[in-house]
Nanobody, 128 residues
Framework: QVQLRESGGGLVQAGGSLRLACTAS????????MAWFRQAPGKEREFVAR????????YYADSVKGRFTISRDNDKKTAYLQMNNLQPSDTAVYYC?????????????????????WGQGTQVTVSS
């Protein structure tokens, strides 16, 4: 069973950038589709981006499209979320999640219930 750990969060000014990393252990990372979600205070957890097992298929929430980029390095067992032009509305705890899938499955899973494995989260705060 895979375990996930996020890193890279912090405090940044509006317009700045951060790169989050999600490092996996205890499982075959390449067999999992990966995703990023976020949860702001008082709000429900929302989908941000997902990437297929191979990295060839990506899907983004409209709110981050063109600003965020999801990627992965299967050799390093790590998924990334590059966040550019950050805005105060991006302030949230960011979580990575994993879903065991078959190689040909490129479904755009975008619900929390689609993912069985979660990290502990990393705080991203964007000041205006």
């Amino acid at each position: 069973q895979v375990q996930l750990r996020e890193s890279g969060g912090g405090l940044v000014q509006a317009g700045g950038s951060l790169r989050l990393a999600c490092t996996a252990s205890g499982g075959m990372f390449s067999r999992y589709a990966m995703a990023w979600f976020r949860q702001a205070p008082g709000k429900e957890r929302e989908f941000v981006a997902r990437i297929s097992r191979s990295g060839g298929s990506k899907y983004y929430a409209d709110s981050v499209k063109g600003r965020f980029t999801i990627s992965r390095d299967n050799d390093k067992k790590t998924a990334y979320l590059q966040m550019n032009n950050l805005q105060p509305s991006d302030t949230a705890v960011y979580y990575c999640a994993a879903r065991h899938t078959i190689l040909s499955d490129n479904t755009n899973y975008a619900s929390s219930s689609d993912y069985a494995h979660w990290g502990q989260g990393t705080q991203v705060t964007v000041s205006s």
